[in-house]
């Protein structure tokens, strides 16, 4: 659509960016006050420079909090995807199945995550839950505060069973808008099913894949709750992520100034990691706009 | 403000911020920008190389400040430098 | 068709071969059709599973849950709901959730309107240095902000109060409402705009009058995804109050005693966060379909 030029456009936008800047500008600025000092109240507070950056970053517990965050997020991206995209390919379309389908496929996103935690916390326990009971029945010592192996697992799992949903809802409306018409001349032609989905399926399916892996991964690198309430970030600090690490810090120890320098390079992955998406998707539009062109 | 517990540098790193977006819309009130291929892989307006230059430099500080024992005027003067490269290449 | 009378046992047999496909092909159908069904019953089973735990742990009695593993409740009681409908600061709990998540629903959703309209119709000086902005508040980790909001909100007098997370969940709802509606908008042709201001419509009338009904399916996708994401949220909430404003999901930390966890009433207590979702969900559900991928298919 070709926009009109029309710079008052801003006072549209004006209510929406003093509400937002309130709530992300003042408190980013204070976040950078504190990582340059030692803070024990307003008046007590002396000037460190860069110092807690360079003890952040040399900080081997970090490092791997980092390092573990990426293996996290990556493998869930990894099963998620395609998991979403086949639920969706079966997902049925017409009548009462596919409203009651829709419905128990949303309820896990919609349930808080500390309760998320919860629910598997209650479900893989090895003496009252139902995971955990199972598998120690069928010989395996499964344990998620003994077994680093056993708490990944389960985390993925948990991450799995709470967000592939999100991934099919996005895939099942991208397949809603393909027009019967072209399942029609498809079996006409004859095509094979792979045919269907790689030449029909999946092009109208990049644009809405495309948001669901941006929100995935943001989400997924933000993971704060549910692995909270379900290991505590063990054992060890095996399941310990980059928020819970931060939260830590900053709750539990009022190391304000550290946690702020964290914050911040925590903030410049994010930063970093957004833009190229976002660079891309966009890049991608203008592709396709000048293809059709 | 006091809970802000604002710093000398601090101030001086936000003006300088504010100051770059206000002469940035000046500038693009005075002469519109026009997309452009510049040795970047991609099209960039103004604003975009003045973003990448920005987040660079503060790539490049955390590189100099966390991992090597060099000065951190080094690093803002190598951020500069490439600021102004990219503005004028990019 | 010049392969109808084959000459070479070769052609025979890759005629037999062709024809046999074929039927197979056109048998397929009904056989697949059971297959996708199996599947989609698999995958039903693995999302209700942990929920009808945690809903069959909430009718056992304490007892029943730590003597031995059951599969339905044996000993059926309601002693974990009746407590948590009579004591008041589960049942707040409740309702301090709904209230600030209702708040933060109509703050979001009447700024982004207009923004998102912007965005969708005009190009203007930074549009997409600012759009971009606003994505990166919707990536940004509550965590990072988790200390100066404590402090902002404590030095403004709003600490523990509904609207103090209600402000502080726009930052991740409304970039989100806005993202969501301009898909929407951009899906309304322009010359509908153009019309209306012909036919003398102020900006205000059309936008209210003519543009809104026109993406209510829009706005009702958004208003869900607003209610999801203010819900499930727990880091800003339980960091933002103590006691007047205390969320759910913060009460429920009290299970947590010193004979152990009470996992009836944590069971009870989590079943019943469920709900709120079920009927938002229930009333979206043909909107949902429709525009679930937040308008740009």
Redesign the interface.
């Known amino acids: 659509m070709n926009k009109v030029r029309n710079n008052r456009a801003w006072w549209l936008i004006l209510p929406m960016l003093l509400l937002v800047a309130f709530s992300a500008i003042i408190p980013l600025m204070t976040v950078v006050n504190y990582s340059v000092q030692d803070v024990f109240d307003a008046n007590t507070r002396f000037f460190t420079g860069t110092e807690w950056f360079r003890e952040m970053l040399n900080d081997p517990a970090l490092q791997a909090a980092v390092l573990r965050q990426f293996a996290f997020s990556l493998t869930v991206l990894a099963i998620e995807v395609p998991l979403g995209i086949g639920i969706a390919l079966i997902m049925p379309r017409k009548g009462w199945q596919a409203s009651a389908v829709l419905i128990l496929v949303t309820m896990p996103l919609l349930i808080p995550w500390n309760v998320v935690g919860s629910i598997w916390q209650i479900f893989t326990r090895g003496d009252i839950g139902l995971m955990g009971w199972s598998l120690r029945e069928l010989g395996y010592g499964y344990s998620i505060t003994a077994s680093p192996v056993d708490a990944w697992a389960t985390i993925i799992l948990m991450d799995i069973w709470h967000w592939t949903p999100l991934i099919a809802l996005l895939c099942y409306s991208g397949l809603r808008s393909i027009p019967d018409a072209y399942y029609q001349a498809a079996r006409i032609d004859r095509a094979s099913t792979w045919a269907v989905f790689r030449y029909i399926q999946l092009p109208k399916l990049t644009n809405v894949l495309v948001i669901g892996v941006l929100l995935r991964f943001m989400h997924s690198f933000m993971i704060y709750a549910e692995p909270f309430v379900l290991t505590g970030g063990g054992p060890g600090s095996s399941t310990t992520f980059l928020s819970q690490s931060l939260t830590t810090m900053a709750i539990g120890q009022q190391d304000l100034g550290p946690s702020a320098a964290f914050s911040l390079i925590y903030f410049l992955i994010i930063l970093l990691v957004s833009w190229v998406f976002y660079t891309a998707i966009m890049n991608m539009q203008k592709d396709k706009q000048d293809g059709e062109a | 403000m006091e809970w802000m517990v604002w710093t000398t540098p601090t101030t001086i790193f936000f003006s300088t911020i504010a100051a770059m977006l206000a002469g940035m819309t000046a500038w693009e009130v005075a002469s519109p920008s026009i997309e452009r291929k510049g040795f970047l892989p991609i099209a960039t307006t103004r604003g975009d190389r003045l973003f990448i230059g920005l987040l660079s430099a503060a790539y490049i500080h955390l590189l100099v400040v966390g991992f090597t024992p060099l000065s951190i005027w080094l690093a803002l003067g190598t951020s500069f430098l490439w600021l102004l490269i990219l503005m004028r290449w990019g | 068709m010049t392969d109808s009378m084959p000459t070479t046992p070769e052609a025979v047999r890759k005629q037999a071969a062709a024809a046999d496909a074929r039927r197979r092909?056109q048998a397929r159908p009904v056989s697949r059709q059971w297959r996708?069904?199996g599947?989609?019953a698999a995958?039903?089973v693995?999302?209700?599973?942990?929920?009808y735990?945690?809903l069959n742990?909430s009718f056992q009695s304490n007892t029943e849950?730590?003597g031995g593993?059951t599969?339905w409740p044996e000993d059926f009681t309601l002693e974990h709901y009746a407590r948590i409908f009579t004591d008041s600061s589960w049942y707040m709990g409740y309702v301090n959730s709904i209230t600030y998540v209702v708040m933060n629903m109509a703050?979001s959703i009447?700024?982004?309107l207009?923004?998102a309209?912007?965005?969708?119709?005009?190009?203007?000086?930074?549009?997409?240095?600012?759009f971009?902005w606003?994505?990166?508040?919707?990536?940004?980790?509550?965590?990072?902000?988790?200390?100066?909001?404590f402090?902002?909100y404590?030095?403004v007098g709003l600490f523990d109060t509904h609207i103090a997370v209600a402000?502080?969940h726009?930052?991740f709802n409304?970039?989100l409402a806005?993202w969501i509606l301009e898909g929407f908008m951009?899906g309304v042709p322009?010359e509908i705009d153009e019309t209306a201001f012909i036919d003398g419509y102020s900006f205000p009338k059309f936008f209210v009058r003519i543009f809104i009904p026109m993406i209510s399916s829009g706005i009702g996708v958004t208003l869900f995804f607003l209610f999801?994401f203010s819900?499930?949220?727990?880091?800003l909430a339980s960091?933002l109050t103590a006691t007047n404003a205390q969320p759910?999901?913060s009460v429920?930390t009290q299970t947590k005693g010193a004979s152990g966890i009470d996992?009836g009433t944590?069971?009870a207590a989590?079943t019943l966060?469920?709900l709120?979702?079920?009927v938002?969900?229930?009333f979206v559900?043909?909107h949902?379909?429709?525009?679930?991928?937040?308008g740009?298919?």
């Open positions: 092909r996708k069904r599947l989609m995958y039903i693995f999302v209700l599973l942990p929920i735990w945690l742990m849950i730590l593993l599969l703050i009447a700024v982004a207009p923004a309209y912007a965005f969708s119709r005009y190009q203007f000086i930074g549009d997409k240095h600012l971009f606003l994505l990166t508040n919707l990536m940004a980790p509550p965590a990072v902000f988790l200390l100066p909001y402090q902002l404590y030095t402000l502080a726009c930052l409304i970039p806005v951009s322009k999801m819900w499930v949220e727990l880091l960091t759910i999901a429920m996992w944590l069971a989590g966060t469920i709120p979702g079920i938002v969900v229930y559900r043909n949902i379909a429709k525009g679930f991928a937040l740009r298919t």
